[in-house]
């Protein structure tokens, strides 16, 4: 064998062995958490398990059919006073549920939100939140990788370790004897496609994501 040829197959291994430890379930793991931490929505959408993001959609969508869904309870109030409030209460939760839909989702209605692709309405959603959290004086809860477990060549957890920011200021009387937890141990689960190493995303902004905040809230 030639030495030029030695020389190309060394390095065609030299690659694989590199594109190999790209794939390695860790350092997916510690990749998502980075683009999470940075704002890169682009690398964290396309680390994405495609099932994480289908739960996610799914998800927003049953939040806000929930959220909308005032019907049958005006006459569940027991005086006029009670018929007040909860006419009120449902005016507003119809408000809100407007409102996230106008400007977090750029849709007309829930329904177009539920036939909307999984990563778009993920991207719309971390788009907005981070608008909101790069406005908001509240410090942002961050992830760091502690290890993985690989069960099998399809699936691994990775152990992730998110730390929780004490709010600003002195602790309300109530919550005083309560332990203020600052670390909350994960588990990130991680699939393997034929693509590589996906996520599902837990320990990061989309994983358990309630519906975006009201943006009537500071009204």
Known sequence: MSRAAAAALALLAGVGGLLQAQEEPGDVARSVLVADSAGDWATLLRLAHPDALREFRSFQVLQLRMLGDTAGAAGQAADSSDSTQHREFAERRVQMQRAI??????????????????????????RATRTRSDSAATP?????????????????????????????????????????????PEVMVLRRLAAGWRSMLDGTSLSNAAVADDPLADD
């Not at 691994?156 to 309560?178: I, N, S």
């Open 140 to 184: 942002v809860p961050r992830a760091r990788y502690v290890g993985v477990v690989r069960v099998d060549d399809t699936l691994a957890y990775a152990v992730v370790v998110r730390t929780v920011p004490r709010p600003a200021g002195p602790v309300p009387e109530p919550l005083r004897d309560v332990i203020q937890q600052e670390e909350r």
């Open 101 to 126: 839909l106008d400007s977090v989702y750029h849709v007309p209605e829930v329904e177009t939100l539920a036939r909307l692709a999984p990563d778009s309405v993920a991207a719309r959603w971390l």
